[in-house]
């Protein structure tokens, strides 16, 4: 049987002022792992799963609450997860997906029954919202979102998903330092005056990127799943540029019924666009039980990828 998205919930902190839009951001200290703990329990209570039942974690973040451990171990502490295995997955963009590949092999392989793949950001507290800084600042917001994978005996359940990383273009869109390259101090004064620990972007370079590859990949996972774009009821797609994602949708000749930009609203989510979306979506009535999507995103790294799933 095929993994199958058996709950999933989304947790997003109260919408804030940057420049002219409004962003969700956590205002209060915390990190990814704190969003993530009331989606986790309203997804749980969705898959009918006790958090003692969870059997592996999977936490997709380029944010995570310290350098290190990790913000899957974050959140297994807050969610009293015990001793189950918890991994991070710093696939930006693409963090979501690349999750959904990890965990859909270990649940084919018969190694867990369920795993709970969490997805979550706080971008605010590294941005500039200087004015300088506020055409990066603005473009992006904090969230998270909670998938709870499993098989489920209808059938539904993911039917591709690929993932691709090109790291020859990796300062194309960074954040440089903190960095152990940097000898003997990972940050210093000089950095910070530069504002080398906030976000770039080399803007038109991105967008090539993102234009040229979206399409390409969600052609891929279409190809892979053995379906067409007209099977699919919704495609979700991710990109910190919005002008991506109306070219790509346009190069799949995709009608805006059909599409969803996620981030829209609230600002690029990166790891945590898709299924914020996908929960959203879910929750409006505009997917429902037993419609097919495409989720894709493309962002740093690069990293790139889709899914084709059956809700």
């Known amino acids: 049987m095929p993994t199958a998205l058996l709950g999933l919930a ?14 969700p951001i956590f205002a209060e200290p915390g990190g990814p792992s704190d969003l ?5 329990g309203q997804a749980l209570r969705e898959a009918a799963i006790a958090a003692p039942d969870v ?17 899957a171990c974050y959140f297994q502490d807050k969610f009293g997860l015990g ?4 991994l991070d997955v710093r696939g930006q963009c693409a963090g979501f997906l690349m999750g959904l590949m990890i965990a859909d092999d270990y649940l084919r392989a018969g190694i867990y029954r ?25 473009l992006f917001g904090d969230g998270a979102a909670v998938a709870v994978l499993g098989v489920r005996s209808d059938g539904n359940g993911l039917e591709s998903v690929v993932c691709h990383s090109d790291g020859r273009h990796y300062e194309r869109f960074w ?43 969600v052609r891929e996972a279409l190809h892979a799943a053995g379906v067409t774009a007209q099977q699919i009821d919704c495609f979700l797609l991710s990109h910190v540029l919005p002008s991506v994602v109306e070219r790509s949708a ?36 505009r997917i429902g039980h037993g419609a097919r999507v495409c989720l894709a995103a493309c962002g740093a790294g690069y990293a790139w990828g889709a899914a084709v799933l059956t809700i």
């Open 10 to 23: 989304h947790h997003l902190p109260a919408p804030q002022r940057v420049g002219s839009v409004q962003r």
């Open 250 to 285: 346009a190069a799949l000749a995709l009608s805006p019924s059909r599409w969803v930009a996620a981030g829209a609203t609230h600002g690029h989510l990166t790891a945590a666009a898709l299924p914020v979306a996908l929960s959203e979506a879910r929750a409006a009535g």
């Open 36 to 40: 993530a703990v009331p989606a986790a």
């Open 83 to 86: 001793t189950v295995g918890a």
């Open 55 to 71: 059997e592996f974690l999977i936490f997709a973040t380029m944010t995570p609450d310290v350098t290190f451990p990790g913000a």
């Open 175 to 217: 954040i440089e330092y903190p960095s152990s390259r940097q000898h003997p101090l990972r940050l210093t004064v000089d950095d910070l005056r530069a504002g080398k620990h906030f976000p770039r972007i080399d803007r038109e370079h991105v967008e090539r990127f993102g234009v040229d590859h979206l399409p390409e990949v």
């Open 114 to 138: 369920n795993v709970l793949l969490a997805a979550g950001e706080v971008h605010s507290a590294g941005l500039d919202y200087s004015e300088a800084g506020e055409p990066i600042a603005r």
